[in-house]
C-alpha cells in the first residue's frame, strides 16, 4: 500500500511540475496554467498526507517486529528536489529493512517543529533533518536530544550544527558563485540585475551571496536593482518577479536562489515580454530542458539522490559503530547550454 502511495506522490508530483513548465513558455494561457498547478499541487498534499498516514501504520507495525523506524522532515516536500532526495534515502531505508516516515511541514517552521514532536511521540529513532527556519527548528532539535534520537542533515544547515551527528550538502556557495561568473563572462558591460532570495534558508542565502560575490571579484558592474524574497516558491518567485519587472523591464539578468523561483521569474519575464537572463540553482530537469534556446542561460547543479542517499549511508554507518564526517560535502557545478547534453534533461545529475 505504502508504495502504492509513494507512487502516486511522486506522479503528482510531476504532474505539478509538467503543468509548470509546459505554461512557463505561452504567455496566454498564463491564467489556465496557474490553475492547472494549484490542483496538481493540491493532489500531490493530498498524495503526502495519505503516505504520512501509510508510514505511520508500517512504522508501528516495523516497530513491534524490531526493525528501525526513521523520521524525515524537510522544507518543501513537493519541491521536485525534494522528491528525488526523500526517494534516495527511502531506498537505502527500506532497503536495510527499515521504515521512513515523512512529513512535509509546506514553508512553515512551526508546523515542521510540530510534526517533529509528532514524530517524536510515534516512536522513530533515527531523524533526517533539513529546516525550514535554520534557527526556528532548534526547539524541535532540543526535543530529539532530549529524546536521544540522534540527527542526520541534509541540504540546507541548522542554525546550530553540534546537534548533528553529521550533515551531507552542496556547496551552495559555489553553486550561486558559478552562476554570477558565468554573468560576469558573458555580460562584461555590466548591468542592472534582480535577485530574488529567501533569507531564512540558509542554503539559498549562501547561494545569494556565491553569486554576489562572484559579479563583485569579476570587476564587471552589476547594479541591483530589485532584491525580493521569493520564499523559494515558485509562484511567490512568479508574483515578485512581475512586480519587478513591472518596474524594472530593462533588467539583464535575474538570479533566483533555486530553480523553481527561477522558473517563476522565467514566467514572469514570458508574459512581460522581455528576456533577461535567469540563473537558478539546483539543476532540475525542468530548467536543464530550457537552457537551450531561452532566456534560462544557466544552473548551479547539485545531486539530490547523492545527497540522499549520502546521509542515508552514513546514519547505517554510525548505527553500525563506524566514525563518521560531520560535515560531507556534494559537489556543485555550473549547468548551461553549453554542457546540457553530457547531464540530459529527463532527469537529476
Known sequence: MKRKLLSALLCA???????????????????????????????????????????????????????????????????????????????????????????????DSNTQVNQIEDMISRGVQVMFVNPVDADGIIPALDMLKQAEIPMFGFDTEVGDMSYLVSYAGSDNYNAGYVCGEDLAKKVPEGGDILVLDCPTMQSITDRTNGFLDAIEESGVTFNIVGEQDAQGNQQIANEKATDLLTAHPDVVAIFGGNDPTALGAYTAADAAGVSPMIYGVDGSPDVKALLKDTMMEGTGAQSPITIGKTIAETAYQWLNGEEVESYIPIETFLVTADNVDEYGTDGWQ
Open 13 to 107: 508530483s510531476m504532474v505539478a511540475v509538467m503543468a509548470v513548465g509546459c505554461g512557463s513558455s505561452n504567455t496566454a494561457d498564463t491564467s489556465a496554467d496557474t490553475a492547472t498547478t494549484e490542483e496538481a499541487a493540491d493532489t500531490a498534499e493530498d498524495a503526502a498526507a495519505d503516505t504520512e498516514a501509510a508510514d505511520t501504520e508500517a512504522a508501528d507495525t516495523t516497530s513491534s517486529e524490531g526493525g528501525r523506524v526513521f523520521g524525515y522532515t524537510c522544507m518543501d516536500g513537493t519541491n521536485p528536489f525534494f522528491v528525488a532526495l526523500e526517494g534516495a534515502i527511502r531506498e537505502v531505508v527500506e532497503g536495510n529493512g527499515d521504515t521512513l516516515i515523512s512529513m512535509d511541514p509546506a514553508n
